[in-house]
């Protein structure tokens, strides 16, 4: 008999792959408009504004919503911001940006993505996690697909649902878990997800604020 979770797996694959076939086909002049109507709504949010701490996905070159003017935006206001660095372990931290000198100088890492080096100009990049740093306030959560009942669909990895579980582990309180997203990424249909799966708190799209 076949487990309930080699199906859901089997599910989760199978949608994956479904909106990796969709998302190759959006223009970069689509994911561009898209992506500045999105970082538009998100600079709106009240929770954005009063925030103080932020991480921040550096976005892939192509079949993804880019984050740069988010991240600019960020920079410009002053806030702190961190972006994940993904480690030989498989594990994921989030790792201090000192503006924008610093985003242009990170260099591309699997994917294209931009990742920062563990220094900055030779000292230890502070984490998110350690303890001189003040809670982060806000998560700009990527995804392959959501849902309306605010689930998300990742790439797989684990990378974002096992470091929300360890920074509640640590302590610190949960933060706001924003999630960016294409319009053809959000489904009417429910997701396969399990108990490991965390929930966003929002999905900000071109058209609406999913809460």
Known sequence: MVSANVVL???KRTMRKALSSTLKTISPA???KQSKAVADRVLLLDAFRKS??????????????DTSMLVQEIVR??????VPKISSDDSMDFLEIHGADDIKSLPSSLW????PGPTW???PRRN????ACDDL???LVPGVAFDRTLSRLGHGKGYYDRYISEYEASGRPRPLLVALALQEQVLDSILPIDDHDQKMDMIVTPAEIIY
């Not at 103080?52 to 919503?65: D, Q, V």
């Not at 294209?112 to 990742?115: K, L, S, V």
């Not at 998110?128 to 303890?131: M, P, R």
């Open 30 to 32: 689509i994911i561009e």
């Open 121 to 123: 100009n030779g000292f």
């Open 77 to 82: 206001s002053n806030k702190t911001l961190f």
């Open 112 to 115: 294209g993505i931009r990742e």
């Open 137 to 139: 306030d806000v998560i």
């Open 9 to 11: 797996k089997a599910e």
């Open 52 to 65: 103080k701490t932020i991480s921040c996905y550096l976005s892939m070159p192509t079949m993804e919503l």
């Open 128 to 131: 998110a996690l350690d303890a």
